[in-house]
Structure formats: C-alpha cells, structure tokens
C-alpha cells in the first residue's frame, strides 16, 4: 500500500504561482509514473501533469508552458510548478503514482488551488 501526501495547495490571485508536492509514503523501486490531475467542481478529473520515473513528461494543452513537473526519486517525491495562474485553473488537484508493471494506482487525498481574478 502506498500513501501520497499533498501540499502546497491555498489560494492566488491570477498571475500568481503555486508550488504542489506530492510525497509517497514508501521507497518506490518499481517503474512508475508520478504525476497530477485536477477536478473542477461539475467537471470530470483531468491529466494536469505526469513523469515517468526515466524523465518523460507529459502535459495538458492547457498548462504548457505555465506549469513545470519535476521528481525527485530518491525522496519519492514529485511537485508540480504553477505559474501564470489563471482562475480556470480553480480545481481540486490529486497527486497519482501508477506501476507500470503491476499497474497499481493510488491516488492523494487532494488539495485545493483557487485562483481568484
């Protein structure tokens, strides 16, 4: 069992930034994927962020260039960088790690942004 906890959340005005971390509670050996997603009220949850334990990263269109995901393996911790943010960018944000061998996942219990205009 792995537990991920997230902090980092509050709120911003627009432009602002905040920085999200996400911490596994085990040493993680296993190839994996760490990454963020995000949940508006009404909305389904969506990809915000993800890198694979080799450095691939993959971005949502609508954080490219704005937000930076960045791991460090040995603390088994991952962190998304959010600047420029925009009130759209509102949402519960949840930290996931899947196991791309045994395809595991385990999500974070969450963490609030608001961003206000």
């Known amino acids: 069992q792995v537990q991920l906890v997230e902090s980092g959340g509050g709120l911003v005005q627009a432009g602002g930034s905040l920085r999200l971390s996400c911490a596994a509670s085990?040493?993680?050996?296993?190839?994996?994927?760490m990454g963020w997603y995000r949940q508006a009220p009404g909305k389904q949850r969506e990809l915000v962020a993800r890198?694979?334990?080799?450095?691939?990263?993959t971005y949502a269109d609508s954080v490219k260039g704005r937000f930076t995901i960045s791991r460090d393996n040995p603390k088994n911790t991952v962190y998304l960088q959010m600047n420029s943010l925009k009130p759209e960018d509102t949402a519960v944000y949840y930290c996931?790690?899947?196991?791309?061998?045994?395809?595991?996942?385990?999500w974070g219990q969450g963490t609030q942004v608001t961003v206000s205009s």
């Open positions: 996931n790690i899947f196991f791309t061998i045994t395809t595991r996942e385990y």
């Open positions: 085990v040493s993680i050996f296993s190839p994996n994927v």
């Open positions: 890198m694979a334990t080799g450095g691939t990263t």
